[in-house]
């Protein structure tokens, strides 16, 4: 189902200078929409804050690296 929007050739303009090669507007626009809570269902950690998640990953990579040494020891 297609919906029409009228916007200024101004605006249109703007628009044209912001999309990416191959990108439509309607992908354009629904980029240029999304939320963070998007962006971070989209990363697979909505619920909890970057920072957490980042710091949950640090840690795990950490304790892997330290599980390899112990091995090669």
């Known amino acids: 189902m297609s919906s029409f ?23 354009l ?4 929409a999304r939320t963070e809570k998007d962006v971070e269902e989209m990363a697979g950690f909505a619920g909890e804050g970057i920072g957490e998640h980042v710091r949950r990953k640090r840690e795990e990579l950490n304790e892997s690296l330290e599980e390899r040494k112990e091995r090669l020891d």
């Open 29 to 32: 626009l629904n980029r240029l």
């Open 5 to 27: 929007i009228r916007i200024s050739k101004e605006t249109k303009r703007k628009l044209e200078t912001r999309k990416q090669e191959g990108e439509s507007f309607d992908d």
